[in-house]
């Protein structure tokens, strides 16, 4: 389909912000990566398994909370701003609730990794680290809200401000309290997660005065003086949690492959953490453009204006491929730029360079897809159809991903990089699965539209 300039125009400045604001994100996963590679592999790989699940919880709440993003758009489409303010309310009614079985999860996580084979004296050291962040999850939860919130507003740039301030404290936090910086003892990776949960309070204080004192924010506190309901809360959770549950089948098959990983081999581990920590930063693009995908076409769906919300989708594509097109070419022809990080160990070094060299080959036939799935998962959350991404989620990497990547690794002794190709196996099927979905959805909206 071609695209119009005015529709890049617009998908550029939703995008951009969010872009920068996700690549901003991601830099500290990224950077703790670092920390923990200068810890060790062993500290690396079992960093990296908690960092994963403790991504794998957070963006499950995430999406819940992110169905503020979906309907606010709607409602300012409509004119709507008590429907606004209202939303506003029962997403932080939402986040609070959601904030003990998290905490709870975190704080447990030492035993599941036990249970999933992982060594205990790795496991052992990583504990003070899964304890330190789980103090965190409340300011994390009640700062995502009020950030899917200005995002709904199309407030990117604030949205981007906040991230950029968080990530400098968090760093900042974070260098003090690993190494033992300014007079501090050396925590080792427990000041990673002390780092980033005072980062969490820190930021999240900030943001919740500066919207108190804003004026364009002032219409719509009133609503917290007010009692929320079930149904209001339970619609926040009918179109986010199958979001949430998407998304953890994803996360949750990464984690897995990082299990699996580690019961093949340390060296095997530790690369496929440094390719994840890569496909998380970049991936980050396309999330942040199906974000704003989703936001554009929720405001001209709430207007009725259902082709510019169709040629919205397309803008995003192009965008998002254009973009991806770069790290792709980085990781085919220079992965050894990418992965170069200082160990100790310089020996180790060349053997995890070995294989995270075969796996950000494959890694970038995947993201090329991944990233038109993103869009057309973004189209998808426009139309409040989150439950159908759920399942054909489900199938591609549990159905289709973990058999096939056994077969291909063990009786055709592809060894660790099989998994990765059966994972882009899994994707192709999963794009041309979301494509036929979207296809049925715009029509069936354009239908209703020229009815009513």
């Excluded at 950029?164 to 690993?178: D, P, R, Y």
């Excluded at 942040?288 to 803008?315: H, P």
Aim: net charge positive.
């Amino acid at each position: 389909m071609f695209v119009h300039r005015t529709d890049l125009k617009i998908m550029l400045s939703l995008a951009i912000p969010l872009i920068l604001t996700g690549l901003v994100e991601a830099s500290v996963g990224f950077i703790s990566s670092l920390f923990m590679a200068h810890l060790g592999a062993g500290q690396l790989g079992i960093g990296g398994e908690v960092v994963w699940f403790f991504a794998t919880l957070m963006i499950i709440m995430w999406s819940v909370v992110s169905a503020i993003s979906i309907i606010v758009p709607h409602k300012d489409g409509e004119n709507d701003q008590k429907g606004i303010a209202t939303t506003l309310r029962d997403g932080l009614w939402l986040a609070i609730i959601l904030v003990i079985p998290t905490t709870l999860l975190i704080w447990n996580m030492g035993p599941i990794l036990l249970y999933f084979g992982q060594p205990e004296a790795l496991v052992m050291q990583a504990v003070p680290y899964m304890h330190a962040l789980s103090w965190g999850v409340f300011p994390d939860l009640l700062g995502l809200t009020l950030i899917q919130f200005v995002i709904g507003l199309k407030h990117m740039r604030t949205n981007l401000v906040f991230s950029i301030t968080w990530v400098a404290v968090n760093i900042f936090l974070n260098t003090i309290f690993t190494f033992g910086y300014l007079g501090l003892p050396h925590f080792g990776i427990a000041g990673l997660g002390w780092g980033t949960t005072i980062s969490y309070w820190v930021t999240t204080i900030g943001f919740v005065v500066y919207m108190l004192m804003r004026k364009c924010y002032r219409p719509y506190w009133w609503a917290l003086t007010t009692r929320s309901n079930f149904q209001a809360i339970w619609l926040l959770i009918k179109i986010g949690l199958p979001m949430g549950v998407m998304l953890l089948l994803e996360i949750g098959f990464f984690f897995v492959l990082a299990l699996i990983m580690g019961h093949i081999g340390v060296a095997q581990l530790a690369a496929n953490q440094l390719t994840m920590q890569y496909i998380g930063f970049f991936v980050a693009i396309a999330f942040s453009v199906a974000q704003a995908i989703t936001v554009r076409m929720g405001n001209e769906l709430g207007a009725k204006n259902i082709v510019s919300a169709n040629r919205a989708v397309y803008a995003g594509i192009y965008v998002a491929l254009s973009l991806t097109l770069i790290v792709v070419l980085l990781e085919l022809f220079a992965p050894h730029w990418l992965i170069s990080l200082d160990f100790s160990n310089t020996q180790q070094h060349a053997v995890i360079s070995h294989f995270a060299v075969q796996f950000l080959a494959v890694a970038a036939v995947f993201q090329l897809m991944e990233s038109i799935r993103i869009c057309f998962f973004g189209a998808l959350r426009a139309f409040k159809d989150t439950h159908f991404p759920m399942i054909s989620s489900f199938i591609a990497f549990w159905g289709i991903a973990i058999p096939l990547g056994y077969w291909l690794a063990i009786p055709l002794n592809f060894g660790a990089v099989g998994l990765w190709w059966a994972l882009a196996a899994s994707g192709l099927i999963n794009l041309s699965i979301l494509i036929l979905r979207y296809r049925h959805d715009y029509r069936k909206v354009k239908k209703n539209v020229l009815l009513n």
